[in-house]
């Protein structure tokens, strides 16, 4: 009997080492089929040329520790470690599956192929023109209808501020950390800084911004294709994955915001 009780056992931890291995693996598809790798390395590179052009942190040789803090926090590997442990922890093994499954969906494929192509620095001038001629010939409401719904299905917008207000307030804090302790601000008033750092408008024109993107990547996709393409993520595959990544998202941008405030914190020990 001890003998039956002690294979029981063993059949069932091999079984939870099984599982917990698939998760991992199908967590890592997530994050590369979704072009979620792309976009985390593009933020690392956006995140440090900021901190380079910053007129509080660049080319002065005391900001140095400061700046390595920041980037020891907010950088790729990190966003990727932090991403990857959500999908991991939080997502159910079904639901991975299913995020897996339509990010593998051929269309999917190709319509993230047109979108990961505006991260290539020789479509930059390509996407500037685009949005000058935007003015004067703007997109069929049909067109722009299509494209709202895919980025609220999507919730490419959401992720965009979270990136964008975690990047700025990651400069706020850095710069308030070398203040002489006196004039450092509290976090009520970093909070009232970062809101000023921001047009009133803010999220009208990132919306915008978004906006432009899509209709240049799929400017030369017909309205019914698109149409296809919105339909997937309408589904209730799409809209749990897009949850999924979102959540995803919004948690490791908190902690990067937590681990941020106790890295410059170290630095003025």
Known sequence: MKLKSFLAVVVVMAASLLQAQGVKQLAREVYQTSGMNLMVKNVDQQFASQLDMHPSLANNPETGPYKKAMLQVLNAKNLEKLFLTYLEEEVPLAELETMVKLYKNPMVQEFSLLEQGLLQPEKQKELVAFREQLVANP???????????????????????????????????????????????????????????????????????????????????????????????????????????????????????????????????
């Open 139 to 269: 997109p069929s409401a049909d067109r722009l209808k299509l494209v709202d719904r895919l980025i609220d299905d999507q919730k490419t917008a959401e992720t965009a501020m979270d990136m964008t207000t975690t990047m700025v307030g990651a400069m706020i804090r850095g710069g308030n950390a070398m203040l002489p302790e006196a004039q450092r601000l509290d976090e009520e008033q970093i909070s009232e800084r970062m809101k000023k750092s921001f047009p009133p408008n803010f999220e009208m024109l990132m919306r915008q911004s978004i906006q432009a993107n899509c209709l240049f990547a799929y400017k030369d996709v017909d309205d019914e294709k698109l149409a296809r393409y919105v339909s997937l993520w309408q589904s209730d595959e799409g809209r749990t994955t897009a949850q999924h990544v979102m959540e995803a998202l919004a948690t490791a941008f908190a902690q990067i915001g937590e681990q941020m405030g106790k890295s410059l914190a170290s630095v003025k020990k």
